[in-house]
């Protein structure tokens, strides 16, 4: 009964999410008219910082409760899955066109800081510690880090007002604009969380263990309004908000959601993670990165590779 009952509020959760997203799509779209500054800066702030809401959320719950690994792995399955499922599915859908500003500046932060959570963790491998941790300090590291992506996105917006002389009118004007975002984002959230907890008692009703279900389910989970956000987006046109979205969603991913909680309760020690999952979060911080600056876009080529190395890296996350 209970598995059925989960099974009704994930198609529930399902159907918030895609109409939420379609609306808070909308809405960012129309602020950054009213505002006159560009999608990709929108994409970068509004709609990453608030479909990673989920996933600030779930670490803090999981770390305060003690869960470790399901902190780590909300945020490193969450990286990995914006990338390689959620970019490589947009692309197939329609080719996503990446600016030289993005191929030069937001995608090489966006690969720096995957690496310097990879350089933190990694204790055994790169310093002989006896066990993988993610201390206060390298939490305070990550934070400093973000204070230099939050100064770029200031630096962004002086730009953008300053270049920007169009006359064309927004589709809304902005208090509607904020509205459809507040709408939006609140059926995003909504729909999520009824995935997540849907999902989480159909695995653990299965079997499956925390390390699986952390880099699946609440990964997956958490990632969906990503997912959704990026695909209207890409369906829509708004190529920008797409690209901006996935970058500004992994950034703050790493810099917040797992900084933030590490800084506030301390050092994590994860238990069940392997080095296959840090390699594969910069493996896919540097693809996007290949793909873009090669050439200028990720085409449905491109998107269903990023679908393949997907699937081969999360069979092995189920077999091993």
Same mark, same amino acid.
């Given at each position: ?112 800081i995957s690496v310097l959570l990879a350089v933190l ?5 790169l310093a002989g510690g006896e066990t993988n941790q993610?201390?206060?300090? *390298?939490? =305070? ?12 996105? #200031? &630096?962004?917006?002086?730009? +953008? @007002? ?98 933030v909680p590490v800084a506030l309760f301390g050092t ?8 296959? *999952?840090? =390699? ?12 873009? #600056? &090669?050439?200028?876009?990720? +085409? @449905? ?20």
């Amino acid at each position: 009964m209970q598995v059925f009952l989960s099974i009704i509020l994930l198609i529930v959760g399902f159907v918030a999410l895609i109409k939420g997203a379609d609306v808070f799509v909308d809405g960012a779209s129309s602020t950054a008219e009213n505002f006159k500054v560009s999608k990709i800066l929108i994409g970068l702030t509004i709609i990453a910082f608030g479909t990673s809401a989920p996933e600030f959320a779930v670490s803090l719950s999981a770390i305060a409760s003690g869960s470790t690994d399901m902190v780590l792995g909300n945020v490193i399955g969450s990286c990995i899955l914006n990338i390689l499922l959620i970019l490589g599915i947009a692309a197939i859908i329609h080719p996503i066109k990446i600016s030289d500003d993005t191929v030069k500046k937001e995608l090489p932060l966006c690969m720096l800081i995957s690496v310097l959570l990879a350089v933190l963790i990694l204790d055994v491998f790169l310093a002989g510690g006896e066990t993988n941790q993610i201390t206060r300090s *390298d939490a =305070i590291v990550i934070l400093l880090f973000f204070s230099v992506f939050l100064y770029y996105l #200031i &630096t962004l917006a002086r730009k +953008n @007002r300053q270049e920007d002389s169009s006359t064309s009118q927004p589709k809304y004007h902005l208090g509607k604009s904020l509205i459809f975002i507040a709408i939006g984002l609140a059926g995003i959230i909504l729909g999520s969380e009824l995935v997540v907890s849907s999902v989480t008692t159909i695995a653990e009703a299965i079997g499956f263990s925390e390390r699986v279900i952390a880099l699946t389910v609440i990964a997956f989970g958490t990632s969906l309004p990503e997912l959704v956000t990026t695909v209207v987006a890409a369906r829509k046109g708004e190529q920008d908000l797409a690209v901006g979205n996935i970058i500004g969603s992994n950034i703050f991913n790493i810099c917040v959601v797992l900084g933030v909680p590490v800084a506030l309760f301390g050092t994590i020690t994860p238990i069940g993670f392997q080095t296959l *999952d840090i =390699i594969m979060l910069v493996a896919s911080a540097i693809l996007i990165f290949l793909f873009s #600056i &090669t050439t200028k876009k990720i +085409n @449905r080529i491109g998107g269903a590779t990023m679908l393949i190395v997907f699937c081969i890296y999360y069979g092995i996350v189920l077999l091993v």
